[in-house]
């Protein structure tokens, strides 16, 4: 990366000296005078390029202003800069040139000498200069840090409490962040904590597209009476036994969502396993919550399955088999566990289902539940192919997954005609899915005042030199961390962290990355917002009228997470490090 970065800085210099040189063979008026061109980068402590971060050149103390529009200077996305100034006759060689940077939330740099070079004249005689700089920003905690960290504690416990629906504590919270940073924040740097440009970017839309797509295939599908068909299938494949079909519902789940993702999986099964417990008289809870907790099992297995390890498969480069080669076996453990851990959890519940008379159940579930739409069923389930097949080859496209999800969708609808005013009113869950752009905006908020990479740099310091240590603090603070917030964001994060330990380390086999693989997609099951599957199946339950609580959830789902990572830390210390 580093070198990638004086790459461009060279770049950026080039370009303007061109420019600058050009004017020899096309003689311009130009103000005479000294040209200095200074470009550089402003890093954090892992080598990543801050933005927006606003740098000031000095010479004899006094501020510099640009020669060009931009009267001032600031990094872009990559963390670079640029700026041309004219400067008196004779002012160089020889003139002490400094630079500074500052952003809230960040420790500012003070001014710090810089070398400058001569390279050359232009047409007028004008001599010109050039400096580069790379400079390093730390963090500092400010009232925005404690403010940011608050609001997200806060978010949590009125989720937790059900003081209020979790999409209003969500967007309450995103609010407090952007009003504190335009009330506080204006005139407190102190106390600015997220740009609206930065909240807005902060939402994941490929997340929110993907929902909205798979949504309407689903809301179409419903229509062909094909779920009620499968719920027919499941239970007569069960034969009546209430513990064998939980055990049938978890694995189908799994095996989706390894395939698929975890959040289609469940939206494909959702409406299977409620008219299942509805015609067995069973609490539909009871078979969901393990549902998707497999799905997370499930997704944990393959590239594509969750969308932590898509961060990770794209930045660390890894191929979809290498995920299968190093993380199916423990999840296929992990899941046989899961679907003995909830058959006995549930089976005080199980018991009370209804079941008398099997065959004549079958066979009247046979004659009710029947696919009412031949033709609308070819037509959805070739459409789910088509948005599948996208889904395998989408990393060989580069096609991000909600493409994907929207082309199918969108497609199904021109040629089934079914009515998009209707799919959009009935079938979009709109509080789930503004509950994750608010939910994105929150944690964004976190991450911009330091707390999130705050944790990140603990592990690192903790386990730096040490294999054994890394995984484990890599695997148990990912599990414990994207239980309580969102694992999209926290793996972002902590790519870079573990980049640089498998750097420093050689680490062969990749463990590392597969510790964070296991540690993000497992702790998401920890409770009902740390995986984006758990939220669709709340929001759908609830909307059926099936109320799941913060509490209720992580009492049943938090101790089988810990079990499931306590076996995934067995299987990397024992399988997965360097012999």
């Known amino acids: 990366m580093q070198k990638m970065m004086k790459l461009s800085t060279i770049a950026l210099l080039g370009v303007f000296l061109g420019v600058t040189l050009a004017a020899a063979e096309v003689p311009a008026p130009a103000k005479p005078g000294d040209r200095l061109a200074v470009a550089g980068a402003i890093k954090n402590l892992q080598g990543r390029g801050v933005k927006e971060v606003a740098v000031e050149v000095l010479v004899n103390g006094r501020h510099l202003r640009t020669a060009g529009p931009e009267e001032e200077i600031t990094t872009g996305k990559s963390g670079s800069f640029l700026g041309e100034f004219v400067l008196p006759p004779g002012t160089l060689p020889g003139t002490k040139v400094e630079i500074k940077a500052a952003k ?8 710090t000498e810089i070398k400058v070079i001569e390279a050359g004249h232009d047409a007028q005689g004008n001599k010109l200069f050039q400096a580069t700089q790379t400079l390093t920003l730390y963090r500092t905690i400010t009232p925005g840090f404690w403010i940011a960290s608050l609001v997200l504690l806060l978010v949590y416990v009125i989720i937790a409490a059900e003081w209020m629906h979790r999409t209003l504590a969500a967007l309450l919270g995103a609010a407090l962040i952007l009003f504190i940073s335009y009330t506080l924040g204006t005139f407190d740097k102190g106390y600015f904590i997220l740009s609206f440009e930065d909240a807005i970017g902060a939402i994941d839309m490929n997340v929110i597209f993907l929902l909205m797509g798979m949504m309407i295939i689903v809301g179409v599908l419903k229509k062909t009476g094909l779920f009620q068909w499968l719920a027919f299938k499941s239970y ?13 519902l978890m694995m189908v789940t799994a095996i989706a969502s390894a395939f698929l993702d975890n959040v289609t999986a469940m939206l494909l099964m959702i409406p299977v396993t409620i008219e299942i417990a509805v015609t067995l008289k069973v609490n539909p809870i009871t078979f969901l919550i393990p549902e998707v907790f497999a ?24 191929t979809f088999l290498q995920f299968v080669e190093h993380l199916a076996v423990i999840c296929l453990i992990c899941l046989v566990v899961t679907v003995i851990y909830y058959v006995y959890w549930y089976k005080k519940d199980y018991l009370k289902a209804e079941v008398q008379d099997v065959e004549r159940t079958i066979s009247y579930l046979r004659q009710e539940y029947r696919i009412t739409n031949k033709k609308l069923t070819i037509m959805s389930l070739g459409m789910l192919g088509f948005t599948i097949f996208l889904f395998v080859v989408h990393g060989v496209l580069h096609m991000e997954p909600s493409i994907a999800a929207l082309t199918g969708a969108m497609f199904l609808l021109v040629i089934s005609r079914v009515d998009i005013v209707e799919m959009l009113e009935h079938e979009v869950e709109w509080p789930t899915l503004i509950f994750f752009i608010a939910l994105f905006m929150v944690i964004a908020g976190a991450e911009e005042t330091g707390l999130i990479q705050m944790i990140a740099e603990w592990v690192l310091d903790v386990s730096r030199g040490n294999l054994t240590v890394a995984v484990v603090m890599i695997l148990w603070v990912a599990a414990i961390a994207s239980a309580f917030v969102d694992n999209i964001p926290f793996t972002a994060t902590m790519l870079p962290i573990v980049a640089f330990l498998n750097q420093s380390m050689e680490v062969p086999n990749d463990v590392l990355w597969w510790s964070l693989a296991l540690g993000a997609c497992l702790g998401g099951n920890g409770t009902m917002i740390g995986a984006s599957a758990n939220v669709v199946t709340v929001g759908l339950a609830e909307k059926a009228g099936y109320h799941i609580s913060f509490i209720h959830y992580m009492k049943v789902c938090f101790a089988p997470m810990l079990i499931t990572v306590v076996l995934a830390m067995f299987y990397l210390l024992g399988f997965e490090m360097p012999k």
Do not use: M, Q
Request: aromatic share 6%; charged share 10%; no cysteine.
């Open 104 to 111: 809230p939330s960040w420790r500012p740099i003070s001014p």
């Open 236 to 248: 007569a494949l069960a034969r009546g036994n209430i513990f064998v079909l939980s055990g049938i």
């Open 295 to 318: 799905s997370n099992v499930g997704g944990t297995a393959t590239l594509i399955g969750d969308p932590p390890n898509i961060l990770i498969g794209s930045f660390a480069k890894l």
